[in-house]
């Protein structure tokens, strides 16, 4: 049977172009979820990414110190190693420095310790039978407007999750957080803020998680996510 | 994601001289500081003019270029051939992260009721300079020619959702334009985009 891929195509060029938005990107993954391995779901995918990869070339290139080069390559670490506890590190160099300064605006909001603690607690009232041990790598997310960190120990199962200043997800909606492994979304768990507010312990197995990812569901917690991240961090 | 899949076939034939993009992709996976060096060198100032086109402050911009490159460093393999080029990928990348930059802002300032505050904005509309293309080098002045071949209003539904990272919503709502409209006009847009584009494909 032939299929339909008028409004795919129609959708994926504009979310090539960084334009998809509201039920039209719930839409989308539906559409391509009901399609699966589709080839010509790709060929568009492809097609249109590709031209939307070009558009950039017409504007006046804008010279990059090459610092940054220099930067990058002093950054790298093997995967398997244990970022230093944010408690006592110093800033490498300036790309640490710059995500510091991110981490600090969540400091200066609430206080590492003081929301570390008040997860531990929650988690403890939850989870009176498990020992917990205080993670020693925090991560901040980045996206949508609000404030979300979360706390673990590569390597170990388990993390402490913790937000403020979140929007509302909606009426019948919550907050559903992924982890992307290999490319493709793991479910960690459902988040319903409270006042913007939500704490959560995570147990789960991150070993093998690149990026975590933030999306608004229904209260149901699909399986897999209908809607666009609004919240993603890099995993060490 | 593997970087074996070699499903896709680029589009254009204008190609970067030297080793193709993939091929130093999976040098960079191996630790190949020379191979990054050289991807740095090709794509660090069209992804720079990119972030700053959307952003509109230098420093930003400079962020935005040295996470995407960070990014292509530590985890080359999150690059998927059957998806497209590497180039599609890391302007892509780097896109989406400005356009997030510049949502947050626009976020951060709807919060603080402070709206009327916007930044200058930077006369560098590149469908600006179409007529003037012709001593460009040849990709820039071939996507230039491929914007300025554009009906206006294809054009300009373009130029707001990428060049400036308004997402349909708020083109639509900014312009007046059914919602519908705004997406077909951006599916003919790049439609008539591929086609020309298209026509240097051997």
């Given at each position: 049977m032939t299929r339909d891929h008028g409004l795919i195509d129609e959708l994926l060029a504009v979310r090539s172009l960084g334009g998809l938005d509201g039920d039209d990107a719930a839409l989308l993954e539906r559409e391509l979820a009901a399609h699966g391995d589709c080839d010509e779901c790709l060929r568009l995918e492809v097609e249109h990414s590709e031209v939307a990869g070009m558009l950039a070339l017409a504007l006046d290139p804008r010279p990059v110190d090459e610092a940054i080069a220099d930067r990058i390559v002093a950054q790298r670490q093997p995967r398997t190693e244990q970022r230093p506890d944010r408690t006592d590190a110093a800033p490498a160099d300036e790309l640490s420095g710059r995500r510091d300064a991110r981490l600090g605006r969540w400091q200066a909001a609430f206080g590492i310790a003081a929301a570390v603690a008040l997860v531990l607690a929650f988690v403890l009232a939850t989870h009176p039978d498990e020992g917990v041990r205080v993670p020693g790598t925090?991560?901040?997310?980045?996206?949508?407007?609000?404030?979300?960190?979360?706390?673990?120990?590569p390597g170990e199962r388990g993390a402490l999750v913790w937000g403020a200043g979140l929007p509302d997800p909606g009426g019948g909606k919550v907050y559903e957080l992924w982890m992307i492994e290999d490319g493709?979304?793991?479910?960690?768990?459902c988040l319903a803020p409270t006042e913007g507010a939500v704490a959560a312990y995570l147990d789960a197995d991150l070993s093998s998680a690149e990026l975590m990812a933030v999306t608004v569901e229904s209260t149901d917690c699909p399986s897999a996510p209908t809607t666009d991240p609004i919240f993603t961090a890099e995993l060490a | 994601m593997t970087l074996g899949r070699t499903r896709h076939e680029p589009m254009s034939s204008a190609e970067p001289a030297g080793t193709p993009d993939e091929a130093l992709l999976l040098r960079v996976g191996a630790?190949?500081?020379?191979?990054?060096?050289?991807?740095f060198a090709r794509y660090a100032s069209v992804s720079h003019a990119l972030a700053f086109r959307l952003v509109r402050q230098a420093q930003v911009a400079e962020e935005i270029v040295q996470e995407a490159f960070l990014a292509v460093w530590r985890t080359p393999d999150r690059y998927d051939p059957a998806r497209g080029s590497v180039r599609s990928w890391l302007m892509g990348t780097v896109h989406h992260r400005a356009v997030d930059a510049v949502r947050r802002e626009q976020a951060q300032r709807r919060r603080s009721d402070q709206a009327a505050a916007l930044a200058?904005?930077?006369?560098?509309?590149?469908?600006?300079?179409v007529v003037s293309a012709l001593d460009l080098p040849g990709e820039r002045r071939l996507v230039q020619r491929a914007l300025a071949g554009l009906p206006e209003e294809q054009r300009d539904v373009i130029q707001r959702m990428y060049f400036d990272g308004m997402s349909q919503s708020q083109i639509a709502e900014r312009t007046g334009l059914p919602l519908g409209t705004v997406k077909s006009r951006t599916l003919l847009a790049m439609r008539r985009l591929r086609t020309h584009l298209g026509e240097v494909t051997p």
């Open positions: 925090i991560v901040a997310f980045e996206g949508a407007p609000g404030e979300l960190a979360m706390a673990y120990t493709n979304p793991v479910r960690g768990a | 630790g190949d500081e020379g191979a990054f060096r050289e991807l200058p904005r930077v006369a560098d509309d590149p469908t600006d300079d």
